[in-house]
């Protein structure tokens, strides 16, 4: 009687199953054509669900198999180029460096640090299993040091992200590179702090981000662009520099939380170029020398130095002398966790800011800005029209033709400014006053905040004739 019961009930669920299957057979739509890292890593459940608890005796041998066959080496090819020391320039020969990457999709997308791939003419990526790709830049972010690059090939095993947010000091973490040209070497250590600025980044508009985790893992040369990885085998790092005055590994290092690594590797799969949602402040951390300066009822957060003028914060009634202490929630104890929780959001987003003022809390919502002062998305272009003059960015050939950075050229003169101040055609700005101009974006972002100033354009024609125009803007 108990078989005659089951097996109709069995065959109703088989048949409703494969009801199911075919309605989503004949039904549902094709992908679109852009999906996410994230949404790419959730079609292929690849990774087993491991225990968030420390293995017993410290056995990592599970987790570190999965995290060595998602971790590339990296090899950066340069070409012969000219270089200037002092008084002296001089041919330098073709070179070759190298560094990491993390496997981050089934489809061939790699993380690595930017410095690894920079101004790289050919880049090559092996696998742990040997195989060799050349692989192709996607975009690049100097002020995160992050990089996506692109080989062709398919059913990669990748590392899945998990939540930097919720890293703990003290809880074991993996890094996984490959130091000194070693293939596949994996260490641990635990986490020492996380939200660390060592000073180490550089853009000529103050927009680095450095919001690192620190691990006391050993990390060398050659690790940079490698995993951090927790106990359950996600990524929670890119592994990025060591503190250290030899050069090699003396205690500490230091990774970009992956929060922020997804949401460039998405900006820059998308657009090609990073959209930076920015408040629009300048911003101290509060400290006790601080706060007695300004008679602060409080000794941790971020103070605003200065709101810019129409920035989202000046709109969210922002004022000059708040304490920022969360966004979106999220406690904000220093400038680095302020500058990372803003960074992963895109311009015209919202963002609820938390502060004291007058020794009582508020909250206010304001809406992100891009870099050059609006909510829209900012396109990846190398060339424009701005005030009837066309520019175009220089090219990798004739910058180290010109022994110059960067720079864009004036490609078509037209009526206007650039005409009226006696500008020449195919004259390269390389500077506008302190400020490098490497393209095309740096020079609108740049002209935009010197209206109604005198500036100072340097720079350099075809022939190596370098000149300087200055204007009334």
Do not use: C
């Not at 995290?67 to 590339?72: D, F, K, M, P, R």
């Not at 981050?104 to 690894?116: F, L, M, R």
């Not at 790709?133 to 996506?148: M, R």
């Not at 927790?230 to 929670?236: A, F, H, K, T, Y």
């Amino acid at each position: 009687m108990r078989k005659n019961i089951l097996l109709p009930l069995a065959i109703a669920v088989l048949g409703g199953f494969i009801a199911l299957g075919g309605y989503k057979w004949l039904v549902e739509e094709p992908a679109p054509a852009y999906r996410s890292i994230q949404e790419r890593q959730q079609q292929i459940q690849q990774v087993a669900n491991i225990a968030a608890t420390v293995p017993v005796n410290l056995d990592f041998t599970e987790v570190a198999q999965r995290a060595i066959n998602s971790v590339v080496y990296i090899q950066s090819h340069y070409d012969s180029r000219l270089v200037t020391q002092g008084m002296y320039r001089f041919q330098q020969g073709p070179a070759v460096a190298s560094g990491s990457g993390v496997i981050i999709s089934d489809d061939g997308y790699i993380v690595t640090n930017n410095h690894v791939v920079e101004e790289a003419a050919e880049i090559e990526v092996t696998m742990e299993d040997n195989r060799s790709f050349e692989a192709k830049v996607i975009g690049t972010d100097p002020t995160t040091d992050l990089a996506l690059i692109k080989i062709e090939a398919t059913d990669l095993p990748f590392l899945p992200y998990g939540d930097s947010d919720e890293v703990k000091v003290g809880q074991w973490v993996l890094a996984v590179g490959n130091p000194f040209n070693l293939t596949s070497t994996v260490t641990a250590g635990i986490v020492s702090a996380k939200a660390r600025n060592i000073g180490i980044l550089r853009d000529e508009n103050n927009l680095q981000i450095e919001s690192f985790i620190q691990t006391d893992a050993a990390v060398n040369p050659g690790n940079s662009g490698g995993a951090l990885i927790n106990i359950q085998g996600e990524l929670v790092g890119i592994n990025s520099a060591i503190a250290s005055s030899t050069g090699s590994y003396t205690g500490y290092s230091f990774a970009i939380p992956v929060n922020l690594v997804k949401k460039v590797m998405d900006d820059l799969l998308e657009f090609g170029v990073v959209q930076r949602g920015l408040l629009g402040i300048q911003i101290r951390d509060v400290n006790a020398q601080l706060a007695e300066e300004e008679d602060l009822d409080i000794y941790e957060g971020v103070y605003v130095a200065a709101v810019n003028e129409g920035s989202g914060a000046e709109e969210a009634g922002i004022k000059q002398g708040d304490v920022i202490t969360a966004v979106n929630g999220k406690p904000v104890r220093n400038t680095s966790q302020l500058q990372e929780l803003v960074a992963i959001h895109r311009p015209g987003d919202k963002v609820t800011v938390t502060l004291i003022r007058d020794g009582k809390e508020k909250i206010l919502t304001a809406t992100l800005h891009n870099m050059e002062g609006n909510t829209g998305i900012v396109k990846r272009t190398s060339s424009a029209t701005i005030d009837g003059a066309v520019f175009e960015e220089v090219s990798q050939q004739e910058r180290e033709r010109l022994n110059i950075d960067g720079g864009v050229k004036l490609v078509e003169l037209g009526e206007g400014k650039w005409a009226e101040a006696g500008f020449e055609k195919n004259f390269i700005i390389t500077h506008i006053d302190k400020f490098r101009i490497n393209s095309v974006s740096d020079l609108k972002r740049v002209l935009a905040h010197k209206k109604g100033d005198r500036v100072v354009f340097l720079g350099v024609f075809p022939d190596g004739t370098k000149s300087y125009y200055s204007v009334d803007w």
